[in-house]
């Protein structure tokens, strides 16, 4: 059975990819997300630092989720990477990519009329990119718009 890691930041993006349940019927799943102070205590997840692009010690942070996303990796061997972002997924995306493993990216539900900015840096790699507003394939012409996962 491919074995599928669903990864996204806390809040919205991850209350996102646990609406993808369904993907346990035929795959073994596990998820990343970040370290909050409202974790859940899931055996089948992994939390990396949580971080924002603005904080001065954000490049030290993000080395810090490079090197646990390396770890969890090569841990469980994910054959496919799915992901709804934002910035502690990219490390993991990027590893996956290197390594010939299938990236899928879900842009956020809450992005209507504009692209984030994790999606317009995934969008260059991405083995299947999906939007969920029609709106948005302006910005990623070769997306697929499947609508909304809520």
Same mark, same amino acid.
């Given at each position: 059975? #491919? ?5 996204? %930041? *806390?809040?919205?993006? !991850?209350? &996102?990819?646990?609406?993808?349940? @369904?993907?346990?019927? %035929? ?12 974790v859940? *205590? ?7 630092? &949580? ?7 954000? =490049? ?13 990796f090569?841990?469980?061997? =994910?054959? /496919?990477i799915i992901?709804?972002?934002?910035? %502690?997924?990219? =490390?993991?995306l990027?590893?996956?990519?290197? !390594?010939?493993? #299938?990236?899928?990216? /879900?842009? %956020? !539900?809450?992005?209507?009329?504009? =692209?984030?900015?994790?999606? &317009?840096?995934?969008?260059?790699? @991405?083995?299947? !990119?999906?939007? &969920?507003?029609?709106s948005?394939?302006k ?8 609508g909304? /996962?809520?």
């Amino acid at each position: 059975m #491919k074995k599928v890691c669903l990864v996204a %930041s *806390s809040g919205g993006h !991850f209350e &996102q990819v646990l609406r993808l349940k @369904a993907l346990n019927k %035929s795959f073994t799943i596990f998820y990343v997300t970040e370290r909050t102070p409202y974790v859940s *205590s899931r055996s089948d997840t992994y939390y990396v630092k &949580q971080i924002n692009r603005k904080e001065t010690l954000a =490049p030290i942070f993000l080395a810090q989720i490079v090197l646990k996303s390396f770890y969890i990796f090569w841990k469980e061997q =994910p054959d /496919i990477i799915i992901s709804t972002g934002a910035l %502690s997924t990219i =490390p993991l995306l990027l590893i996956g990519h290197l !390594f010939h493993k #299938k990236i899928v990216y /879900i842009e %956020s !539900f809450a992005k209507i009329t504009t =692209p984030t900015r994790t999606g &317009q840096f995934v969008y260059k790699f @991405a083995d299947v !990119f999906i939007v &969920q507003w029609e709106s948005l394939l302006k910005y990623y012409p070769n997306a697929e718009c499947l609508g909304p /996962i809520y």
